[in-house]
C-alpha cells in the first residue's frame, strides 16, 4: 500500500485549497483514512478522518465547519477540501489508513500506513 499525497502550495487567508491522497497497491480507501499534519515545531496532529466503514467523518475541532474530507473509491483517492484557511493552518499534511479497526481515529497509532505529506502555507 502507498499513498500519495498532493494539492499542497502557497496561498493566502482566507483561501481555499484541495488535498488529494492516492492510494496504490491495493484499496486502502477502503480502509480508514485520516488527514494528519505538522506545523513547523509542533508535533502532528489529527485533522480528519473517516470511520472504519467510511460512514461518518470526524474533524478536530480546529477545522471543523471549515474543513470536508471526500473520497471517490473509482479513483482510490480521498481528498482534504480546506476553506477559510488561516496562517496557523500552515502544516505539512499527510494522509494515512488504518489496515484494521482501531480506535481513537485521532491517534497516529491507529494508522499503518502513510503519505510521504505535502506543504500547506498559508500568509496573512
Known amino acids: 500500500v502507498q499513498l500519495q499525497a498532493s494539492g499542497g502550495g502557497l496561498v493566502q487567508a482566507g483561501d481555499s485549497l484541495r488535498l488529494s491522497c492516492r492510494a496504490s497497491g491495493s484499496t486502502p480507501i477502503k480502509y480508514g483514512m485520516g488527514w494528519f499534519r505538522q506545523a513547523p515545531g509542533k508535533e502532528r496532529e489529527f485533522v480528519a478522518a473517516?470511520?472504519?466503514?467510511?460512514?461518518?467523518?470526524y474533524y478536530a475541532d480546529s477545522v471543523k465547519g471549515r474543513f470536508t474530507v471526500s473520497r471517490d473509491n473509482a479513483k482510490n483517492t480521498v481528498y482534504l477540501q480546506m476553506n477559510s484557511l488561516k496562517p496557523e493552518d500552515t502544516a505539512v499534511y499527510y494522509c494515512?489508513?488504518?489496515?484494521?479497526?482501531?480506535?481513537?481515529?485521532?491517534?497516529?497509532?491507529?494508522?499503518?500506513?502513510w503519505g510521504q505529506g505535502t506543504l500547506v502555507t498559508v500568509s496573512s
Open positions: 494515512a489508513a488504518r489496515s484494521a479497526y482501531r480506535t481513537p481515529l485521532s491517534s497516529e497509532g491507529s494508522y499503518d500506513y
Open positions: 473517516f470511520s472504519w466503514t467510511g460512514s461518518s467523518t
